[in-house]
C-alpha cells in the first residue's frame, strides 16, 4: 500500500526531535487559547505568524497546526465546567457538559470529550491520508467552471452552518465576498474601493477583520452581560468512565467523526459545523431525546468527535485544492507563502515531506493531547479561576500586538477597531459573522475563477452546468439550499398562522 | 414602533442596502466589461445588487415577521474598549511599546462592572514587563519599546 510508505515518510519527519517540540509546543498552546474563553485559534495563528520566518516550513506548519486542533480539546474543558465555550466549535458541548458537571459528572464528561476526540482525530488522520492524493488527482483535473462551483457549494454550507435566518446569512456572505474585492485587481491593476488610502491597495487585512469581528466584539459583549458563571472546580474527580458509559458514548463518537470527517471537507466547513450537526444528529437518533440538555453523555461524545474530525479533514481543500475552507486554514495558507510554498494539489508531489509529515504530526499531536490533558486538567481548571476582569485586558492587548507586529503597521490596529464596532453591530442585529469571513477570503478567487470560466466559455454562463463536475458540485449546492429553506418556509406559515 | 415589527431584520436589511449600494455607486466607475471579457466593475455590481435584494427582503419581512428589539444593556464596553484600542495605536508608535501596553490595559479594564483601579495598575505593569520580555526579547519581534527620545 503506497499510503503506508507515504505515511512512513511522513513519520519519519515528524518524529524528528525538533518537529516533535513544536507539535508539542502547538498543542500546548492550543489547549490553553482553547480553554480560555474569548481568545481563539485565529488571533493565536495570527500572532505566531511572524516568528515562523524563522523556522524550517515543516516545523511551522506542524506548529500552527496543532494549535487549531488543539484549540478543540481545550475549548471543551471550559464548555463542561463553565458552561462558557472556549472556542466557538464548543457552544453545543456546553449544553449537555455542563449540565453533566452540575450533576457530578463533570470528570466523565472531560474524560468522553478526550476520548472521543482523540478516537475521532486518529479516524480523521487516516482519512486525510487515504482521500488527499486521490482528490489531489481530480484537483489536477478541475478548470476555473468547476472551482467557481466548488466554491458556490462550500458558500452554501457555510449557510446551513449560521443557524439564524438564512437571508441574512446569504446577505453576510456577499457582504464578506464584496469586502474580499476591496484593493488592487489582478487583471486591470485597478484600485477598487480603496478610497486613495495606499494601505487598502493590498486589501483589507485579513487578521484585522477575523480579530474585530470574532475577537473585539465578542469580547465586547461579554462585558455588557453581568452574571459570573458558577464553575466545577472542586467536583472534577473520577476522570476515568464506567465500561457502561462508554459504551453508551461509542455509538455517538463513531457517528461523530464520521461526520464531522465529512462536513470539513466541504469548503465553508470545519469544527464548528460539524459539532452543530454532530448534536443534531444525536438528538435526532436518540431513543429518548428529551434527555438532551440534561446531561446526555451522547450530546457530548457527539460533538466532541466531531469537532476534532472537522477541524483535521478541513485541511483536505487546502492542501489539495489551494482552497482554504476557513479562516484557520487562510492563515495557513499565509504561513506556507511565507515560506514560498503556494498551496493546491502540486504541494503533494513537490513536497512530499511536508505533506506527509504535517499529517503524520496531527497524529501524534493527538496522542500527545489525550497523555497530557487527562492529568493535566487540574491545571487548566486553575487557569480558568482568573476573573474576566484580568483576563480581557491581556486578550486585547495581544490582539493589538497580533495585529500590529503583522506588519509593523498601525493601520492594521484601527481597522481592527472598527471591525469590532461593525462586529458589534452584527452581534446585535443577529448576523452571524463566520459566513462573513468565508466570503473574504473566497472573494478574490471567486472573482478570477468566475472570469477565467468565461472568458474560456466566450460568454457563456452554461459550462457551468455542462460540465459534469461543476454541474454535481452545484446540484448539491441548490439540493442543500433547498434543504435549509423548507423547515423555514414552514416556519414563516406557523408566525403567520399564529398572528392572524 | 407599531409599523416595524422586526427591528433587527429591519436594521440589518438596511446596512445591507447601504452596503450593496454604495458598492454599486463606487463600481460605476470601474469598467464594466462584457461577460466574456468581465471589467473589474463586472462582479462588484452583481454583488452590489444581490445585496441589495437581499436587504429589500429583509426590509419588506420586517414589517410582517415578528422580532425581538435590539437589546443595548450599556454602551460603557464599547465606546472603553474600542477607545483603548485606539489609544493604543496612537500611542505605540510615538511613545513605544511599553507605555501604550499600560495606556491599553488600564484604560480597556474600566469596562468591566467590577473594575478595581488599582489591581488594573498593577496588571498592566505586569503585563507590560511580561510583553517586553515575551515578545521584545523573546520572540526578537522589532517593535519599537520605548519612547524614541530614550534611545528606542
Redesign the interface.
Known amino acids: 500500500m503506497e499510503v503506508f510508505t507515504n505515511l512512513a515518510t511522513g513519520f519519519a519527519v515528524a518524529l524528528t526531535a525538533t518537529n516533535l517540540l513544536y507539535a508539542f509546543v502547538g498543542v500546548l498552546l492550543g489547549t490553553l487559547i482553547g480553554v480560555l474563553p474569548g481568545i481563539g485559534p485565529v488571533p493565536t495563528i495570527a500572532m505566531l505568524l511572524?516568528?515562523t520566518y524563522a523556522l524550517p516550513p515543516v516545523s511551522a506548519l506542524i506548529m500552527l497546526a496543532g494549535i487549531y486542533y488543539g484549540a478543540q480539546y481545550g475549548g471543551s474543558t471550559t464548555a463542561i465546567l463553565v458552561n462558557l465555550p472556549g472556542e466557538s466549535s464548543s457552544v453545543v458541548t456546553c449544553i449537555d457538559g455542563y449540565q453533566m458537571a452540575r450533576r457530578g459528572r463533570a470528570g466523565t464528561a472531560l474524560a468522553i470529550a478526550a476520548i472521543g476526540s482523540f478516537i475521532a482525530g486518529t479516524f480523521a488522520t487516516m482519512v486525510v491520508a487515504a482521500f488527499a492524493p486521490p482528490l489531489a488527482e481530480v484537483a489536477l483535473k478541475f478548470g476555473p467552471a468547476e472551482y467557481f462551483s466548488l466554491m458556490v457549494l462550500g458558500l452554501i454550507a457555510a449557510v446551513v452552518l449560521a443557524s439564524g435566518?438564512l437571508?441574512?446569512a446569504?446577505?453576510m456572505i456577499?457582504?464578506g465576498?464584496?469586502l474580499g474585492?476591496v484593493g488592487t485587481?489582478v487583471?486591470?491593476g485597478?484600485q477598487?474601493?480603496t478610497f486613495g488610502v495606499p494601505e487598502l491597495s493590498d486589501g483589507i487585512g485579513f487578521v484585522a477583520i477575523a480579530m474585530g469581528v470574532f475577537g473585539?466584539a465578542e469580547?465586547?459583549?461579554n462585558?455588557?452581560?453581568?452574571e459570573a458563571s458558577e464553575v466545577f472546580t472542586n467536583k472534577v474527580s473520577g476522570l476515568w468512565l464506567k465500561w457502561k458509559e462508554f459504551r453508551q458514548a461509542l455509538p455517538a463518537i463513531a457517528r461523530g467523526t464520521l461526520l464531522g470527517s465529512s462536513l470539513g471537507i466541504l469548503p465553508g466547513g470545519g469544527a464548528l459545523l460539524s459539532a452543530f450537526a454532530a448534536y443534531t444528529l444525536e438528538k435526532k437518533v436518540a431513543k429518548d431525546p428529551s434527555q438532551f440538555g440534561k446531561g446526555a453523555i451522547q450530546g457530548v461524545a457527539g460533538p466532541e468527535s466531531a469537532n476534532n474530525a472537522g477541524a483535521q479533514t478541513s485541511f483536505i481543500p487546502l492542501l489539495t485544492l489551494g482552497i482554504p475552507p476557513n479562516a484557520v486554514m487562510a492563515l495557513m495558507v499565509g504561513a506556507m507563502t511565507i515560506h514560498s510554498i503556494q498551496p493546491g494539489p502540486q504541494v503533494m508531489t513537490s513536497n512530499p515531506q511536508l505533506f506527509w509529515g504535517l499529517i503524520a504530526s496531527m497524529w501524534i499531536g493527538n496522542l500527545m493531547l489525550v497523555v497530557l490533558n487527562l492529568p493535566m486538567i487540574g491545571i487548566w481548571v486553575k487557569l480558568l479561576q482568573v476573573?474576566?476582569?484580568?483576563l480581557?485586558?491581556?486578550i486585547?492587548?495581544f490582539c493589538?500586538?497580533g495585529v500590529?507586529?503583522l506588519q509593523?503597521n498601525?493601520w492594521d490596529?484601527?481597522v481592527?477597531?472598527l471591525f469590532?464596532?461593525i462586529g458589534?453591530?452584527f452581534v446585535?442585529?443577529?448576523?452571524e459573522p463566520a459566513p462573513l469571513l468565508l466570503g473574504f477570503i473566497l472573494g478574490p478567487l471567486m472573482?478570477e475563477n468566475?472570469?477565467r470560466a468565461?472568458?474560456l466559455?466566450?460568454?457563456?454562463?452554461s459550462v457551468f452546468v455542462t460540465r459534469p463536475l461543476s454541474a454535481t458540485l452545484l446540484g448539491v449546492a441548490a439540493l442543500l439550499l433547498l434543504i435549509v429553506a423548507a423547515p423555514q418556509i414552514r416556519r414563516?406559515r406557523e408566525?403567520?398562522f399564529h398572528?392572524a | 414602533m407599531a409599523l416595524i415589527r422586526h427591528p433587527k431584520d429591519f436594521w440589518a436589511g438596511v446596512l445591507f442596502i447601504a452596503f450593496g449600494g454604495a458598492a454599486c455607486v463606487i463600481a460605476l466607475d470601474y469598467a464594466m466589461g462584457t461577460a466574456g471579457r468581465m471589467g473589474p466593475g463586472y462582479f462588484p455590481r452583481v454583488l452590489g445588487l444581490l445585496l441589495c435584494g437581499l436587504g429589500a427582503i429583509l426590509v419588506v419581512r420586517s414589517f410582517t415577521l415578528r422580532g425581538a428589539p435590539i437589546a443595548f444593556p450599556t454602551f460603557k464596553p464599547i465606546l472603553i474598549v474600542l477607545a483603548s484600542v485606539v489609544l493604543f495605536g496612537l500611542v505605540v508608535t510615538r511613545l513605544g511599546l511599553v507605555i501604550a501596553t499600560i495606556v491599553l490595559v488600564a484604560v480597556s479594564s474600566m469596562a468591566s462592572h467590577e473594575y478595581r483601579p488599582r489591581e488594573s495598575i498593577l496588571a498592566a505593569i505586569g503585563l507590560a514587563a511580561f510583553v517586553v520580555v515575551a515578545f521584545r526579547y523573546g520572540l526578537n519581534l522589532q517593535l519599537p519599546t520605548w519612547p524614541t527620545a530614550f534611545g528606542g
Request: aromatic letters at 10%.
Open positions: 511572524p516568528i435566518s437571508v441574512k446569504i446577505g456577499v457582504l465576498l464584496l474585492l485587481d487583471n486591470s485597478l477598487r474601493f473585539f469580547i465586547i459583549v462585558l455588557e452581560h453581568r476573573p474576566y476582569r484580568l480581557y485586558p491581556a486585547l492587548l493589538c500586538i500590529y507586529s509593523n498601525v490596529v484601527f481592527t477597531a469590532g464596532l458589534w453591530i446585535k442585529l443577529e448576523c472573482e468566475l472570469r468565461l472568458l466559455s466566450r460568454g457563456d454562463p414563516k408566525e403567520a398572528e
